[in-house]
């Protein structure tokens, strides 16, 4: 029997990181070219000291057809799944909570243009129940169908072995039997590795984090990401411990909120060039590694709008202020060229999307890639927290971490113009 899920990662995927498909489109690699340089030689397995590192390859999407969508970013690793191993292109995201890969039986063009998980040519794959349950004899496995943004996909469940470089557990995944054209057909990965928390997934055995956590492969039951934009380094995902290496400030936690799964912390105010603007009221945000994008819920984007006044022609970009965040009594700001979208040089907007997220899930901002290349952050999978640190880039001078001891109240500084 098919089972709607109920959860809204649809957002992330179907709008944030493909956008609405389009006729006329151009992609852009970063320095390793295309997704065929994903290979064995990208994870850097270290399970002696109990962590696995995996190299994520940048993929940009400019899109001729519809400028005000600006470009789309998602990057991409490898999973392997099966015995022997069949390897597939994923974004680890952190808004969803399944891995979900085509299937060879699925014969829609989405699924043809990438690769298909074989059930035949494991030796360790059994069919289960899209609750990870056993199917009963004389039963026939239930079927989930995912509805997105956009499009749908429709799945059956499977429970095979389920390889993260030298990290593997076995696992329930989700193999496509159709996927609808509109958006996947335009994805330039094979499928998505859901890392929310377990919540998120459809049972504890589709959820990789919680698979690797009750194992013995990892130090510590986490992860880490580091994201650039920047051709002189390489963005990563650690599994099982923390990377100073790439941290210009101390990590600070912030536990999660909600129990709909998500990465969500506490938004304590909005400032804008360090001044306290008094406009947050139970804001919360998720931090989504699968999302290009920043949004808001529409009464904050449009106060936000009124207060930054963003000129459309960019006569006022050099002169507008940093838009912080308080978060677990730290600033997390952004600069205007990470909040702005300027396309060409006199087109400018606010690039914080409109998002309203029913109660209890919502009201939710979903910070994405912009904010997630500025800030290196640590997912505590046993401590239901999140950790964040300015990052450290190449040939770059970070900016401070600041403190509520460096925030004024509201109305005490300069307003903007």
């Known amino acids: 029997m098919a089972r709607l899920h109920r959860h809204l990662y649809h957002f992330l995927v179907a709008v944030a990181l493909a956008g609405a498909p389009v006729p006329r489109e151009e992609c852009e690699a970063d320095e390793r070219g295309q997704s065929a340089t994903l290979s064995l030689l990208q994870s850097r397995s270290q399970l002696r000291t109990g962590a696995v590192s995996m190299s994520l390859v940048k993929k940009v999407r400019k899109t001729r057809a519809d400028s005000s969508r600006g470009h789309k970013m998602a990057y991409f690793g490898l999973v392997e799944v099966g015995t022997p191993r069949q390897s597939f292109s994923v974004v680890f995201d952190t808004g969803s909570g399944n891995l979900i890969v085509p299937g060879s039986d699925c014969d829609s063009l989405a699924c043809k243009v990438h690769k298909r998980f074989s059930m035949r040519q494991s030796s360790t794959l059994k069919e289960v129940n899209c609750d990870g349950s056993e199917v009963e004899k004389g039963y026939l496995p239930d079927e989930i169908t995912i509805t997105f943004g956009t499009g749908t996909v ?48 459809q049972g504890n055995s589709f959820s990789m984090m919680q698979r690797l956590s009750k194992g013995t492969s990892l130090r510590k039951p986490l992860f880490s990401v580091f994201l650039s934009d920047s051709d002189e380094e390489t963005s990563e995902i650690t599994f099982g411990q923390i990377n100073r290496d790439h941290m210009a400030s101390e990590l600070f936690w912030v536990p999660v909120t909600g129990t709909a799964g998500y990465w969500e912390v506490k938004i304590e105010d909005i400032t804008v060039d360090d001044e ?142």
């Open 276 to 417: 306290k603007q008094g406009i947050c009221e139970d804001c919360r945000v998720a931090v989504d590694t699968g999302t290009s994008q920043l949004a808001g819920p529409t009464s904050l984007v449009d106060k936000m709008e009124s207060i930054l006044n963003v000129q459309s022609d960019c006569g006022n970009f050099h002169r507008l202020p940093e838009l912080g965040f308080i978060i677990g009594e730290k600033v997390l700001s952004l600069s205007p060229s990470q909040y702005v979208e300027k396309k060409g040089a006199s087109s400018c907007e606010l690039a914080l999307m409109r998002l309203d997220v029913p109660p209890p899930n919502g009201p939710l901002f979903v910070f994405g890639i912009p904010f997630l290349q500025k800030y290196y952050s640590v997912y505590d999978h046993e401590g239901s927290r999140v950790g964040f640190a300015v990052a450290k880039h190449a040939g770059e001078t970070p900016p401070a971490l600041l403190s509520l001891t460096d925030v004024r109240p509201a109305g005490a500084g300069r307003q903007v113009h």
């Open 154 to 201: 429709t799945g059956k469940c499977l429970q095979d072995q389920v390889c993260l470089g030298a990290a593997c557990s076995q696992g329930a995944f989700i193999s496509a039997v159709d996927e609808s054209s509109q958006p996947f057909a335009a994805f330039d990965f094979d499928g998505i590795l859901g890392l929310a928390l377990p919540s998120m997934a």
